[in-house]
């Protein structure tokens, strides 16, 4: 009897648009699918996620512009990786739009800025906190335990430094009290303690939400991106396990027990980082991260949530 329980690890575009395809109920046969229209057929799937989290946040006419900028740049790139010439006519016909729309394009001013940041805030207030010696104790090169206002070694400058004035220090100190990451120590004067050094969001503020989301999404990508360009040896694990044989009643208990399954590994992950993680930010170093997620295909009002 054929089991139920699937497994993928994503190792090259058909493999990962295959299974991905099954899990959604299409079922195609690979040796019929050609890579365009197996792209074409997945396309909703994804968009129909993104396009959900960004109503209300962004307009269809900023995002065509924002994609057709981002069209033009990995175009760029593209041509730049196969040796061929970068001309607006090769720019045109690898991204279907007018020569003009290009040359419109390729005059836009600081256009990269238009990218979305691979951090958030919260994140690089960490970083400065662990890695920046204004902040730092002198004695453990541990990040201080810093008063919340006032001028010099306190939260409120690192807030200022990291931040800026847009957002109140009342707004940060809120998020990472909620996230875990500080706690406050009432002594004769209020501090502020950096207790983790991982941002945790679980705020219901649907921007914040819709950010996160997207970056995880992204670094996904990232990861099939790379393993679809290496060789076997350089390849980085990025696998998923599913079953399309679930009753809804026990939903909610496999929901608890997942959670607590990535809560243990979470910690070790957590661990894992600061192991290899140094302390001090320097020129050339690497962005790396693990990833951990349950999902399903239902939404939640079809199981009572």
């Known amino acids: ?11 090259n575009t058909s493999e990962f648009l295959e299974d991905l395809m099954s899990s959604s109920q299409h079922y195609i046969e690979h040796e019929s699918m050609t890579e365009n229209k197996s792209v074409h057929q997945v396309l909703p799937l994804l968009f129909r996620k993104i396009v959900r989290l960004l109503i209300g946040t962004i307009s269809y006419p900023d995002l065509a512009e924002l994609l057709r900028s981002i069209f033009v740049q990995e175009a760029e790139r593209k041509l730049e990786k196969d040796g061929s010439r970068v001309t607006k006519s090769a720019l045109a016909l690898v991204t279907g739009l007018d020569t003009r729309v290009v040359s419109s394009i390729l005059k836009e001013k600081n256009r ?5 940041m691979f951090t958030n805030p919260e994140n690089t207030l960490i970083d400065i906190w662990n890695s920046d010696a204004t902040f730092k104790d002198a004695e453990s090169e541990k990040p201080g335990i810093l008063p919340i206002e006032g001028k010099g070694k306190t939260f409120q400058s690192l807030v200022l430094k990291t931040i ?5 220090v009342k707004t940060v100190l809120d ?11 009432d002594d004769d004067f209020p501090r502020v303690e950096l207790i983790s050094k ?14 996160v989301g997207l970056l995880e999404s992204s670094r996904v990508l990232s990861a099939v991106l790379h393993n679809i360009q290496s060789d076997e040896e350089h390849k980085v694990p990025q696998q998923g396990r599913w079953t399309y044989r679930l009753n809804q009643e026990d939903y909610k208990k496999f929901r608890m027990e997942v959670r607590k399954l990535l809560q243990n590994q979470i910690k070790e992950g957590d661990a894992l980082l600061e192991k290899f993680e140094s302390t001090q930010k320097q020129p050339g170093q690497l962005t790396v991260g693990i990833g951990w997620y349950q999902w399903g295909d239902h ?7």
């Not at 998020?175 to 120590?185: A, E, N, Q």
């Open 112 to 116: 990269t800025n238009s990218v979305p």
């Open 175 to 185: 998020r990472l009290l909620k996230g875990g990451t500080v706690r406050i120590i």
């Open 198 to 211: 991982f941002y945790n969001p679980i705020s219901s503020d649907h921007a914040k939400s819709t950010e």
């Open 164 to 168: 800026g004035r847009n957002i109140t």
């Open 1 to 11: 009897m054929q089991s139920a329980l699937k497994w993928n690890s994503v190792i």
């Open 299 to 305: 939404k939640s009002e079809e199981i009572g949530e």
